[in-house]
C-alpha cells in the first residue's frame, strides 16, 4: 500500500485536492479533521488542564485556544504535546483499516506535513500550491481572517517553494479546478501503476 502525503500552505486549495483524491476512490485522512474531533473528545481534558479556560460547553473553543498561543513558541510546543500522539494514535488506526480493506493507495492530509516531520512516515508527497496573490485573497475571504493573522500563520508554515522544492509532484490550483482535478487523476494512475509494478 503507497501512502501519498498531501501538504500545502494556507489558502492554497488543499482541502478541495483532497477532495479529489477521495473522488477517485482514495482512502483519506483528514489531519486537520481529526484534530477538530480530538478538540470534542479525548484532548478536552488535557488541553484544558495546560490552558485553563480554553474550553466551552465541553469543547475547545478554537478562539480562546488561539489566544492562549498568541505569539508563544513554548505554548504551540506544549500544545502539540498533547495533541501529535493522539493525531498519530488516529492514523494508525486509519492506516491499519485501509491495509485491511485492500487499498493500494492511501493518502494523508496533513497541513504541517514537513514541519511536523510526517513527511518520513510516507512514501512521496504532493504539495498544493497556487500564486501568492490568489492565495492571500482567498484566506483573507475567511471569516474572522485578517492580514495580521495571516502572517502569523504564514510565519509558522514552511515557506511554498521549499515545499515545492521537496515534493514528488506539485498540484497548481490557480488554474482552474478542472486542471488540478486532471492532475490529481494522474497521479493516481502514476502512482498505482508504480504499486502494481513492486507487487
Given at each position: 500500500?503507497?501512502?501519498?502525503?498531501?501538504?500545502?500552505?494556507i489558502g492554497m486549495g488543499k482541502s478541495t485536492t483532497a477532495q479529489f483524491f477521495?473522488?477517485?476512490?482514495?482512502?483519506?485522512?483528514?489531519?486537520?479533521?481529526?484534530?477538530?474531533?480530538?478538540y470534542r473528545g479525548e484532548a478536552?481534558?488535557?488541553?484544558?488542564?495546560?490552558?485553563?479556560?480554553?474550553t466551552v460547553d465541553g469543547v475547545?473553543?478554537?478562539?480562546?485556544?488561539?489566544?492562549?498561543?498568541?505569539?508563544?513558541?513554548?505554548?504551540?510546543r506544549t500544545l502539540e504535546a498533547i495533541v501529535h500522539p493522539?493525531?498519530?494514535?488516529?492514523?494508525?488506526?486509519?492506516?491499519?483499516?485501509a491495509a485491511a480493506a485492500g487499498a493500494d493507495l492511501v493518502v494523508l492530509d496533513v497541513p504541517l506535513l514537513y514541519e511536523t516531520g510526517t513527511d518520513q512516515a510516507v512514501d512521496y508527497v504532493a504539495v498544493v500550491t497556487t500564486d501568492p496573490d490568489t492565495q492571500r485573497a482567498r484566506v483573507?475571504?475567511?471569516?474572522?481572517?485578517?492580514?495580521?493573522?495571516?502572517?502569523?500563520?504564514?510565519?509558522?508554515?514552511?515557506?511554498?517553494?521549499?515545499?515545492?522544492?521537496?515534493?514528488?509532484?506539485?498540484i497548481e490550483t490557480g488554474q482552474g479546478m478542472a486542471a488540478a482535478q486532471a492532475a490529481v487523476a494522474a497521479i493516481v494512475e502514476t502512482l498505482r501503476n508504480k504499486g502494481r509494478q513492486a507487487e
Open positions: 500500500m503507497i501512502i501519498l502525503g498531501l501538504t500545502g500552505s477521495a473522488d477517485q476512490g482514495v482512502p483519506v485522512h483528514d489531519a486537520d479533521q481529526v484534530v477538530h474531533d480530538l478536552v481534558a488535557p488541553v484544558e488542564q495546560a490552558f485553563p479556560g480554553v475547545i473553543d478554537r478562539a480562546r485556544l488561539s489566544a492562549a498561543l498568541a505569539g508563544k513558541a513554548e505554548n504551540f493522539l493525531v498519530l494514535a488516529r492514523r494508525q488506526l486509519f492506516l491499519a483499516a483573507l475571504e475567511r471569516p474572522g481572517m485578517t492580514a495580521e493573522k495571516f502572517e502569523t500563520i504564514l510565519n509558522r508554515q514552511m515557506p511554498d517553494s521549499e515545499k515545492r522544492a521537496r515534493a514528488d509532484f506539485v
